[in-house]
């Protein structure tokens, strides 16, 4: 398309030379330019965008948009933008044609949740035989074929990219996880929502957003015109304040869901068992009874959720239960280790306060001896739900083992003094181990018959970050590997 279009349908453009020039796609990393793309420069935390100008033209960028004034550059048409980001969202909709006004997307935000929720709707869209995608922090997938994605919420143009793709294998419908950083940057500005789903709101991220007003605020973007998601209905969690709160504020008709009998989708009756749970849920369509794979409270939550969003859409019951039913399991999530052991070994993705609770309320309820949960917090984030998470982990397992879960550029040991400060508050014995390797080790080794191991904060990574380095490391396969020796070992 001409840049000229664009200039057309975004205001606010200081353009210089001509805009007669043919653009093939939009890139802001300019490493990953290609001919005939418009790099967009935006500044980020570490670096701007504007820096690598000269990389982006090397790689065959025709265009240049940026915040601040670029020198100008034969043969490449500059122009100065008020807001890069924006525009990156708004200018990438133009190109891919704005897949998501022909694609019904379920937007699903909250602290804890949204993965397993959108997985939800992934089976249920296919066992109704409804073409969809998936976008979230596992990756992406088109029908069964997977994609790999660096974020939670891919950046603009790559989310675009990636919604036009779908579209065109034939996608009628997507569930896509919506993160706050992806609200607050503005990767989803304008994306069209057929249905926007709110979880919950616990303590996380807040190294980025620093109270949990501006993270509240910043959840919420997903449902204010300010965003311009043009959210059609709102599914929101009343057992959450701030899901009731919000339940009041947005603009668009609300499905409130909940374990109390005052929302439109509730829970009438809730079994858990080891392996499996009952569920019988009344909604606005009637009774809806689940037999699940899926186990704990979290899970029932999650399940409202997608039931909520599917009734928006206009599925049935039954397509509900079916869908929900043949999802077997969410990777990383509560997910289980068997490698011939007698002791249940659960790796799962809690890496925050709320999250690593639920995880080990769930697993007090199941049959165990001991619970021995094995824990980290991620360097160069959140420092102060460390203790938080301390005091949880020794309050509510029979023993506890702090490790490093992705220090990135932190010390470990430093990270592991502030877990500590709450270790102390519990009542369980703990040990620190700052190479997670030997913890998850420790903790095979010392389990017993009937005992409850609980490997939480990494889940489905199959990577470490230490330092600038990402190491190959995956807890499930740490976890079977030390199980197969310690048997082999007899």
Avoid: W
């Avoid at 890139?27 to 690598?52: C, N």
């Amino acid at each position: 398309m001409l840049l000229s279009e664009l200039f057309k349908q975004i205001h606010g453009i200081d353009r210089a030379g001509t805009s007669d020039v043919q653009i093939r796609g939009i890139a802001y990393d300019s490493r990953l330019v290609q001919a005939g793309d418009l790099f967009v420069a935006i500044k980020g935390e570490k670096t701007d965008g504007a820096l690598f100008v000269g990389q982006a033209i090397s790689r065959g960028a025709v265009a240049i948009a940026s915040e601040s004034s670029i020198e100008a550059q034969p043969a490449v048409a500059t122009f100065t933008i008020p807001d890069a980001r924006r525009f990156l969202a708004e200018g990438s909709r133009i190109v891919y044609q704005d897949p998501s006004i022909k694609l019904k997307l379920v937007g699903i935000t909250g602290t804890n949740g949204k993965t397993t929720t959108s997985y939800l709707m992934h089976s249920l869209f296919s066992r109704a035989g409804i073409p969809s995608c998936l976008v979230g922090t596992i990756g992406m997938n088109i029908g069964n074929a997977g994609y790999p994605s660096k974020h939670t919420t891919p950046e603009a143009s790559d989310l675009m990219k990636f919604l036009h793709q779908a579209l065109t294998e034939g996608c009628t419908h997507g569930a896509m996880e919506v993160s706050s950083h992806s609200l607050a940057l503005k990767r989803v500005f304008g994306v069209k929502f057929a249905v926007g789903v709110f979880m919950n709101l616990t303590q996380d991220h807040l190294d980025y957003h620093k109270d949990m007003e501006s993270y509240f605020q910043a959840k919420g973007l997903l449902f204010s015109r300010e965003n311009d998601n043009r959210v059609e209905s709102a599914v929101i969690n009343i057992d959450d304040a701030y899901g009731e709160r919000l339940a009041k504020q947005v603009p668009c008709p609300v499905v409130r869901f909940g374990f109390s009998s005052s929302a439109d989708i509730h829970v009438t009756e809730f079994h858990s068992h080891p392996d499996r749970s009952e569920l019988i849920l009344a909604t606005p369509a009637g009774r809806a009874e689940f037999h699940l794979h899926l186990i704990g409270r979290p899970n029932a939550s999650n399940i409202m959720a997608a039931t909520g969003a599917a009734l928006c859409l206009g599925l049935n019951l039954d397509e509900i239960r079916e869908g929900v039913e043949a999802l077997r399991g969410v990777p990383g999530r509560l997910e289980i280790v068997k490698a011939g052991q007698d002791f249940a070994v659960i790796v799962d993705y809690a890496h925050s306060p709320d999250a690593l609770e639920n995880l080990l309320k769930t697993v007090a309820q199941l049959p165990h001896a001991r619970i021995i949960t094995l824990f980290g917090c991620g360097g160069d984030r959140d420092r102060t739900k460390r203790p938080i998470m301390g005091e949880i982990a020794a309050s509510m397992s029979d023993f506890v083992i702090a490790t490093s879960d992705n220090p990135r550029s932190e010390d470990p040991l430093d990270i592991l003094k502030e877990v500590e400060a709450g270790l102390r508050k519990g009542a369980a014995p703990y040990r620190m181990m700052p190479d997670r390797g030997q913890a998850i080790e420790a903790a095979i080794s010392m389990a017993q018959k009937g005992d409850a191991v609980v490997i939480a904060g990494k889940g489905h990574e199959d990577y470490q970050i230490i330092g600038n380095r990402s190491l190959p490391f995956d807890d499930r396969k740490v976890a079977a590997d030390l199980i197969k020796k310690r048997l082999n070992d007899g």
